[in-house]
């Protein structure tokens, strides 16, 4: 079982960029395929990335692509997302997930068994 939490939302210009962090518990972080989401107010739940366990794969949301980089720190059970060229349209609270693996990539809740708290990125414009 893995437990985890997420920080480094907040406030930011568009045009801005945040490095979000989602620190996990656990002995077996490396054997977890790690993902980010994020929800809107209003809106549904959508997939944002994913990172394979020894984060040489990755998988982007089109909407993001060239702007945020995941990337993950087994050393330091970390996963991370820099979010760059940030948008209004990208304020969420975004969350982490970890996933055991299965089908790739994962984009649906569904196939994500344990869930951090989020964390809130607001983008002015």
């Known amino acids: 079982q893995v437990q985890l939490v997420e920080s480094g939302g907040g406030l930011v210009q568009a045009g801005g960029s945040l490095r979000l962090s989602c620190a996990a518990s656990g002995r077996t972080f490396s054997s977890y395929i790690m993902g980010w989401f994020r929800q809107a107010p209003g809106k549904e739940r959508e997939f944002v990335a994913t990172?394979?366990?020894?984060?040489?794969?990755?998988y982007y949301v089109d909407s993001v692509k060239g702007r945020f980089t995941i990337s993950r720190d087994n050393a330091k059970k970390t996963v991370y997302l820099q979010m760059n060229s940030l948008k209004p349209d990208d304020t969420a609270v975004y969350s982490c997930?970890?996933?055991?693996?299965?089908?790739?990539?994962?984009?649906?809740?569904?196939?994500?068994?344990?869930w951090g708290q989020g964390t809130q990125v607001t983008v002015s414009s």
């Open positions: 990172i394979s366990q020894a984060g040489i794969v990755t």
């Open positions: 997930a970890a996933h055991t693996g299965g089908r790739w990539p994962p984009t649906t809740q569904v196939q994500y068994e344990y």
